[in-house]
Nanobody
Framework: QVQVVESGGGLVQPGGSLRLSCAASGSILNIHAMGWYRQAPGKQRELVATITSGGSTNYRDSVKGRFTISRDNAKNTVSLQMNSLEPEDTAVYYC??????????????WGQGTQVTVSS
């Protein structure tokens, strides 16, 4: 089994910053990719940013230049630094880990989510 735990959400004013962190643990042989997704009320879950084991990153257009994803391969952790936050960034943020385990070559695991609210 693989456990994915997020932390770092909260309430912030527009223009402020937050840093989300995620740690994966369990029967992991290696991690192919890690990423952050978000889901606002009444909307579908959407990709925010991903990072591969080699460090290649991908961002949705609306967060480019404001958000930065990074990972520590040795610790199986990924972080999302969010700057210049906007009310439109309000959502539950989910960490996703695509890992190889003893049972499977490539499986995606989700965390429980952490709320980010941008409001004055």
């Amino acid at each position: 089994q693989v456990q994915v735990v997020e932390s770092g959400g909260g309430l912030v004013q527009p223009g402020g910053s937050l840093r989300l962190s995620c740690a994966a643990s369990g029967s992991i042989l290696n991690i192919h990719a890690m990423g952050w997704y978000r889901q606002a009320p009444g909307k579908q879950r959407e990709l925010v940013a991903t990072i591969t084991s080699g460090g290649s990153t991908n961002y949705r257009d609306s967060v480019k230049g404001r958000f930065t994803i990074s990972r520590d391969n040795a610790k199986n952790t990924v972080s999302l630094q969010m700057n210049s936050l906007e009310p439109e960034d309000t959502a539950v943020y989910y960490c996703n880990v695509v890992a190889r385990t003893v049972q499977a070559y490539r499986v995606g695991y989700w965390g429980q989510g952490t709320q980010v609210t941008v409001s004055s």
